[in-house]
């Protein structure tokens, strides 16, 4: 099987002084699929605007193998590599990144797989241009998927990182190491209809600490979007 998407997210404001944000992203690759596990090669290009200039490039590549073990249980390793790059050299080059991502997630199916219990753990290492901007990070996520009768589909997520930044940060905290821990928190509710349709509404919470109060912020969004699948 060969795989091919696109995905366009656009955050636009109407205040003067905050600029709009869109980034485009289309993916492709092949699928391997047998009775026992399915292997992607996903390949991806993302581009992102702030205002009206381009702000980056980011290319990646997310190999992953999922085996199945029984009806009722499924192991997932994957491995992502990303390269990221800006176009405003004299202000952002800085910011220029590899990450490497390596994850296991163990899966576990309930009632003819209504009901998807997922556990992940895995390892960011991201290299910036200046490692003032590198870190190291350990997450740990839990999952839960269930299809009601009417199809309609419910997803809960919380996943914990901690990010170690490798440099000491600048002023006003110079000479000082920053140590974030980030909790994230995802709900979301989906409807199709129709037979190509869907409808859904989604809530993150992003609650971000860190060792040095600059850094300290919190994040909600509230998501409804609708769309197609063929």
């Not at 605007?49 to 085996?67: A, F, I, K, Q, T």
């Not at 050299?89 to 997922?118: C, G």
Request: hydrophobic share 35%.
């Amino acid at each position: 099987m060969w795989n091919t998407g696109a995905n366009v997210y656009s955050k636009t404001y109407r205040n003067f002084g905050e600029y709009d944000y869109l980034a485009a992203n289309i993916y492709t690759g092949p699928w391997w699929i047998n009775r026992d596990g399915i292997a992607k090669v996903p390949f991806n290009y993302t581009t992102t605007y702030y205002g009206s200039d381009r702000l980056s490039y980011l290319m990646s590549v997310d190999p992953s193998y999922e085996h199945f073990f029984s009806p009722l249980f499924s192991l997932r390793g994957a491995y992502t590599y990303k390269d990221e790059r800006y176009f405003n050299e004299s202000r952002a080059a800085d910011l220029d990144s590899i990450s490497h991502i390596i994850e296991l997630a163990p899966s576990f199916y309930f009632q003819n797989r209504r009901h998807i219990l997922t556990a992940r753990l895995g390892y960011d290492h991201h290299t910036a241009k200046s490692h003032t901007f590198s870190y190291y990070a350990p997450y740990a996520a839990l999952s839960y998927f269930t299809r009601f009768p009417l199809r309609t589909e419910l997803y809960l997520a919380y996943q914990w990182t901690q990010r170690d930044y490798a440099k000491a940060q600048p002023f006003p905290y110079a000479g000082q190491m920053r140590h974030d821990k980030r909790n994230y928190y995802t709900a979301s509710l989906s409807q199709p209809f129709f037979k190509y349709f869907y409808a859904a509404y989604a809530f993150a919470y992003t609650d971000n600490q860190s060792s040095l109060d600059l850094y300290t912020w919190d994040k909600t969004t509230h998501t409804i979007s609708v769309g197609c699948k063929f």
